[in-house]
């Protein structure tokens, strides 16, 4: 190890693929390290670089393994400190890359690594606020590990094990903390927060209190349909500062696909528990995830996939190519979809999603939102409003990161919609 960066006693970097809970695991674990004296530096110059990879899918996997040797190859040759998914199915095949690779699996114990490797001394100070330079002013809280779906495509309950639910009680003091702070947004994530348990605590329950503590404005990351109950609905519609908005993944529009995935709903099943929950939640926008060649789907299978996406009207789509992952039981199955139809399939679904993303923003011209603005000053200031739309706003002044600004929608780029600032939300 050599060439530390000037100023910089502990120099560390963070390289984070895949999820959500991925972000805001390696946020606590950059707090962590912030608070024994470790400092954020770009990779170029850190004498350690942690990566949290995912392996959800095969390129996944290839993605993680070149996140690791590009570390490896930095000038000031660092110490690399993998964990998250791929660390924990699959340890050996890191670890074989480079004698300078660290595999550690329980993303607890990085900091104690990396703090042994640069030789920081002391103990860790109280719990860094997920606050301030590297971090969003949308924070995201954990409030749930691993799931038990045992979707027949996905390796996360091998590699995260069954659903671990924060205790309630801590999940609201660290809500507590963010507002003092003054984050605007909270976001509850993990990997299946639907099974969210505190004893008699459900999701609802968590909501409820959460949004008590006065955070400006709460959001659900991803929630699987079978969760989308009445009392999540009720409590959406009730509380004010939940945001009107849920990601929910369908994955495929045919049921037998469906069937094949693990996945316990048909088509019809979603169609109508969206309708419901649009019923219930006024202005309710709904966003998904769908996989295209699966083994096993025909070009009718593809079609329902892409009928069922247009009758729901998503107002966005997260597309994914099928990927074989070894030890899952899909990687077994007969009927693998030839790589170009795969393509072909995943490309007609975003075409379809971009043009529900456009159709979307133009029904909202004229409207007003309010914008939580996330980076930039002058012609560049760009935000998220309460429906996840990204934000291009003008006549905003500098200095606004964090702000909740009233903004009138008066353009479409796309996947971007514009809008100009008329007031401090
Ligand atoms: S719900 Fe299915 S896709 Fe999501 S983490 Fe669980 S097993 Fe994987």
């Not at 991925?22 to 470790?38: F, K």
């Not at 030789?119 to 409030?143: C, D, N, Y």
């Not at 109950?229 to 004010?240: C, F, K, Q, S, W």
Request: glycine content about 10%; hydrophobic content about 40%; charged content about 25%.
């Amino acid at each position: 190890m050599n060439d530390l960066a000037a100023g910089a006693s502990f120099p560390v970097a963070f390289r984070t693929l895949g999820c959500k809970v991925n972000r805001v695991e390696s946020e606590d674990m950059a707090s962590d390290l912030l608070g024994r004296g470790c400092e954020l530096v770009p990779e170029g110059d850190a004498a350690v670089i942690i990566i949290n990879t995912c392996t959800v899918t095969g390129d996944a996997d290839r993605k993680a393994r070149k996140a690791v040797r590009h570390a490896l190859g930095q000038p000031s040759a660092p110490v690399v400190v993998v964990t998250g998914c791929l660390a924990a199915v699959d340890p050996k095949a890191i670890r074989e890359i480079s004698e300078r690779v660290v595999v550690e699996p329980d993303k607890e114990r990085v900091a104690d690594v990396v703090a042994s490797v640069l030789k920081v001394s002391g103990a860790p100070h109280e719990h860094a606020i997920r606050q301030g330079r590297g971090f969003r002013t949308r924070a995201m809280l954990k409030i749930e590990d691993g799931c038990d779906n045992f979707c027949t495509y996905c390796i996360v309950p091998y590699a995260r094990g069954v659903p671990k639910s924060v205790a309630l009680e801590d999940v609201v003091s660290e809500a507590e903390r963010l507002v003092s702070a003054g984050t605007a947004e909270i976001v509850l994530t993990g990997i299946n927060i639907g099974r969210y348990r505190d004893g008699d605590a459900r999701l609802s329950a968590l909501i409820r209190e959460v949004a008590a503590t006065g955070i400006a404005r709460l959001r659900l990351s991803s929630v699987e349909p079978p969760h989308v109950d009445d009392d999540l609905l009720d409590v959406m519609a009730r509380t004010p500062s939940v945001v009107a908005h849920l990601h929910v993944p369908l994955q495929s529009g045919s049921d037998r696909i469906l069937r094949a995935m693990g996945r316990h709903y048909s088509g019809r099943e979603f169609e109508f528990l969206i309708a419901h929950a649009r019923g219930t939640v006024p202005g309710l926008v709904i966003t998904t995830d769908v996989m295209a060649g699966f083994p096993g789907e025909t070009s009718n299978d593809a079609r329902d996939s892409l009928a069922l996406c247009e009758r729901v009207g998503f107002s966005k789509m997260h597309v994914f190519r099928y990927s074989e992952r070894p030890g899952t039981s899909a990687a077994k199955m007969a009927g693998a979809v030839p790589p170009a139809e795969r393509a072909a399939r995943a490309e007609a679904l975003r075409i379809l999603g971009h043009t529900m993303r456009e159709n979307y923003i133009d029904s909202i011209h004229g409207q007003e939102r309010i914008v939580l603005i996330e980076r930039g000053s002058g012609a560049s200031v760009t935000g998220t409003t309460e429906d996840y739309l990204r934000v291009q706003v003008h006549g905003a002044d500098s200095g606004q990161e964090g702000r909740l600004l009233t903004v009138r929608i008066d353009g479409n780029d796309g996947e971007v919609a514009r809008g100009v600032c008329v007031a401090p939300a």
